[in-house]
């Protein structure tokens, strides 16, 4: 009895494609730009099956390798996956977080992102003498700490370490997993004014690599954040992590005039 042959899925109906052949930009480009954009959006949801490269090529009058270069593009990014006997899959969108005042579990929740937290640590410690100068407390008094993972879709994306002046406000590790940190002191009366944060990199250590399912030396996003109320006390020290392959930060940039 002849093989049937394997039906191949097709992009998703929703998703208009198109390609200006008078544009300087490179036809792979513009198609991966859309392909991008359509995956950030959520038009094109993680678990989705690209059509063929054939199909799409025909279907965009576009030869085969421009496709797969434009693909390819976006695999090289972390954000689709060829997985043999099943097609090319789109993983998730990269989160592009704003530098602002804000929280990543608000941040993930209004990108539709399905924020996620698992609390590693809560408890009282004495504070080392970098806490204890960013919160402006003596060095070796207790402090809270709260470690946690936070998750975008079922996946790893940070490890998010917080130190807090003791009995700032109740830490119930139940509603740590259940909201963001920012929601809980606003929730307690505390009004966020202002923070001082600096922004690097570095090599995942083999623990990190674990938390975050990367290998050892994998680079990592680094961010520590000193916050302050409106009265002007420091209410918390943040020391976090992110993959990279993962996160982003994004900067708004003005001319002087």
Excluded: C, W
Excluded at 150 to 163: D, I, V
Excluded at 243 to 254: G, K
């Amino acid at each position: 009895m002849p093989k049937q042959p394997r039906s191949v899925p097709d992009f998703p109906k929703p998703l208009q494609l198109s390609v200006d052949r008078t544009s300087p930009v490179p036809l792979y480009f513009q198609l991966s730009q859309q392909l991008e954009a359509a995956i950030e959006k959520g038009t094109l949801t993680p678990g989705s099956l690209l059509g063929n490269e054939i199909d799409l090529a025909g279907r965009l009058g576009l030869s085969r390798p421009t496709v797969r270069q434009a693909i390819q593009a976006l695999v090289d990014k972390g954000l689709l996956v060829r997985r043999r006997g099943v097609g090319t899959q789109v993983v998730h969108s990269q989160v592009k977080r704003p530098l602002e005042l804000s929280s990543l579990y608000d941040d993930l929740e209004a990108a539709g992102q399905k924020p996620a937290t698992t609390v590693l640590r809560n408890n009282l410690e004495p504070a080392t003498a970098e806490v204890a100068a960013a919160l402006g407390v003596p060095e070796g008094s207790d402090v809270h700490r709260v470690e946690r993972l936070r998750y975008a879709h079922g996946e790893p994306m940070a490890r998010l370490r917080n130190h807090l002046p003791a009995g700032l406000l109740p830490l119930d590790t139940e509603y740590l997993e259940g909201t963001g940190l920012y929601r809980l002191m606003r929730g307690a009366g505390i009004t966020l004014h202002s923070a001082r944060q600096t922004v690097g990199a570095r090599a995942a250590t083999a623990r990190e690599a674990d938390l975050l399912t990367e290998t050892e030396g994998a680079p990592l996003l680094t961010m520590e954040r000193t916050t302050f109320d409106d009265t002007g006390r420091a209410v918390e020290f943040g020391s976090h992590i992110y993959r990279a392959s993962r996160y982003s930060f994004e900067f708004q940039l003005l001319v002087r005039p």
